[in-house]
């Protein structure tokens, strides 16, 4: 299995950036697809970002396109999310997540077999 652990979550104004890591542990992290979730309080948990184990494709919610940046360093065994220009909306808790299944399902939750912890992010307007 793979333990996963966020971490760069912080308390920031509205137009500033963050950049979120995941750090994976147990297994290689070139061995699954890597997917990017939040979840505000009271709201359901939602897609982000995702990134293919080779790192060759990406995929962004609508809400992240142009402001959000996935990608991965293998050699690392880290995922990364660089956030810009950060809106009040954006505030959640993210959590990073690993699957072994095809690219066409990493849009969905249930498809993901290991989540992180979580990290937290405020955005203030």
């Known amino acids: 299995q793979v333990q996963l652990v966020e971490s760069g979550g912080g308390l920031v104004q509205a137009g500033d950036s963050l950049r979120l890591s995941c750090a994976a542990s147990g297994r290689t992290a070139s061995n699954y697809n890597m997917g990017w979730f939040r979840q505000d309080s009271g709201k359901e948990r939602e897609f982000v970002a995702a990134?293919?184990?080779?790192?060759?494709?990406?995929y962004y919610a609508d809400s992240v396109k142009g402001r959000f940046t996935v990608s991965r360093d293998n050699a690392k065994n880290t995922v990364y999310l660089q956030m810009n220009s950060l809106k009040p909306e954006d505030t959640a808790v993210y959590y990073c997540a690993a699957t072994t299944i095809a690219s066409p399902y990493l849009r969905q939750p249930p498809f993901y077999d290991y989540w992180g912890q979580g990290t937290q992010v405020a955005v203030s307007a």
């Open positions: 990134i293919t184990k080779s790192g060759l494709s990406t």
